[in-house]
């Protein structure tokens, strides 16, 4: 299958729509469960005795971040869930928002059903940007590592973002506007989280990222334009892979959105969590 500009301009377009606004996520959700994926009925086999949970990205939803990756994953036999968390101001559409030492513990909460549900010992995480950072923490800080087997982020992030230079213009905003700084730990306490230094991040950092039982995977992008510079999702730590997309596909150009809608990362994820799974490189040509 070749991905072109012209063949995924729609899919793109509901991808960008979802990552920002949250938006069209009732249909998505409605063909979701024919898919096999969100089937509370589903068990696992055993060539994949690990139900498989999606962490969405920063202003994004389950259903509409995970379209095009979850139905290829549960295709493969996997069963797939998802959720969307932390929601705020913006309404249930728009998740991420609330603090990810929030979020973590939803998370953890949605893994223990997920688990309940499928009579499963463990699960396998698979994030997108932020649902790389979180579940990271949620692994470090909330008991995860002993219920989670696998842990794949793509658009990975684990040491915040300048967001191309304009972390200094934020943080200057943030210390000269008064109120600002409350106002946006109410909106979006994931937001502040992001800028380093931060509290956060420095917890999430203190003594390696990973930590020991799950296998930890982590795929980045040199075109990422939200992740700057994209090596902030490079863990480089023993026990840990890194992928760096154009190291295995050289004909990827993705950036940071399309990565959900990327055939060489769902390869990759596949990959991860069977290393039986041999993924093919895709010319992938949408840099967003």
């Known amino acids: 299958m070749r991905v072109t500009n012209g063949g995924a301009k729609r899919i793109l377009t509901a991808v960008i729509a979802a990552l920002t606004l949250g938006s069209a996520a009732p249909s998505v959700a409605e063909a979701a469960p024919g898919s096999?994926?969100?089937?509370?009925?589903?068990?696992?086999s055993a060539a994949?005795?690990?139900?498989?949970?999606?962490?969405?990205?920063?202003?994004?939803?389950?259903t509409v971040n995970w379209f095009f990756h979850a139905p290829k994953i549960a295709a493969?036999?996997?069963?797939?869930?998802?959720?969307?968390?932390?929601?705020?101001?913006?309404?249930?559409?728009?998740?991420?928002?609330?603090?990810?030492?929030?979020?973590?513990?939803?998370?953890?909460?949605f893994?223990?059903?997920v688990r309940s549900a499928t009579g499963a010992a463990k699960v396998d995480i698979?994030?997108?940007?932020?649902?790389?950072?979180?579940?990271?923490?949620?692994?470090?800080?909330?008991?995860?590592?002993?219920?989670?087997?696998?842990?794949?982020?793509?658009?990975?992030?684990?040491?915040g973002t300048t967001l191309g230079g304009l972390d200094a213009l934020a943080k200057a905003l943030l210390t000269t506007v008064p109120g600002l700084s409350a106002i946006l730990k109410t909106a979006c306490g994931a937001c502040q989280e992001y800028l380093?230094?931060?509290?956060?991040?420095?917890?999430?950092?203190?003594?390696?990222?990973?930590?020991?039982g799950p296998a930890y995977t982590s795929i980045v992008s040199k075109y990422d334009e939200?992740?700057?510079?994209?090596?902030?999702?490079?863990?480089?730590?023993?026990?840990?892979?890194?992928?760096?997309l154009q190291d295995f596909c050289a004909a990827d150009a993705s950036g940071h959105l399309s990565q959900a809608i990327d055939p060489n990362v769902t390869g990759l994820i596949l990959h991860?969590?069977?290393?039986?799974?041999?993924?093919?490189?895709?010319?992938?040509t949408l840099p967003l």
């Open 36 to 44: 096999g994926w969100n089937d509370w009925g589903c068990r696992p």
């Open 48 to 62: 994949h005795p690990q139900p498989v949970v999606l962490v969405h990205g920063l202003g994004a939803n389950d």
């Open 76 to 109: 493969q036999g996997y069963c797939v869930f998802s959720l969307t968390y932390g929601t705020g101001v913006l309404g249930p559409g728009v998740g991420g928002l609330a603090s990810m030492r929030t979020s973590a513990a939803q998370l953890g909460r």
């Open 111 to 113: 893994g223990d059903q």
């Open 126 to 159: 698979v994030g997108h940007s932020e649902g790389s950072t979180m579940p990271a923490y949620y692994l470090k800080y909330g008991g995860g590592a002993a219920k989670v087997a696998n842990f794949v982020g793509f658009g990975a992030n684990y040491r």
């Open 196 to 212: 380093a230094p931060s509290a956060f991040l420095d917890d999430l950092a203190r003594g390696g990222v990973h930590v020991a």
């Open 226 to 244: 939200v992740v700057t510079p994209y090596t902030s999702g490079v863990l480089d730590e023993p026990g840990a892979t890194d992928i760096v």
């Open 272 to 284: 991860a969590l069977d290393a039986s799974y041999t993924p093919a490189c895709t010319p992938f």
